[in-house]
């Protein structure tokens, strides 16, 4: 994961963990198995799920919601 992001703004290992452990607090990752010292981690939630629900957190936060079809 780490080597994902640019060199220049890179995260560091730490970081990264800590990510990826509040996401898998919150179902959103789960463990698959473990490689060595390494843990793999498989998504819960679908992209297009994720990207509905940040979407509608934005919206929330402006005290509005996402239309339900183009023609209301």
Same mark, same amino acid.
């Given at each position: ?22 996401l ?21 939630? !679908? ?15 402006f005290?509005? !919601?996402?239309?339900? !079809?183009?023609?209301?």
């Amino acid at each position: 994961m780490q080597d994902a992001f640019p060199a220049k703004k890179r995260p560091g290992y730490t970081t990264i963990q800590t990510m990826v452990y509040r996401l898998e607090a919150k179902k959103v990752l789960r463990r698959t198995r473990k490689v060595g010292n390494f843990h793999m981690f498989a998504a819960m939630v !679908s992209r297009d799920a994720a990207q509905r629900r940040l979407v509608d957190d934005l919206l929330a936060m402006f005290g509005g !919601s996402r239309a339900r !079809s183009w023609h209301t």
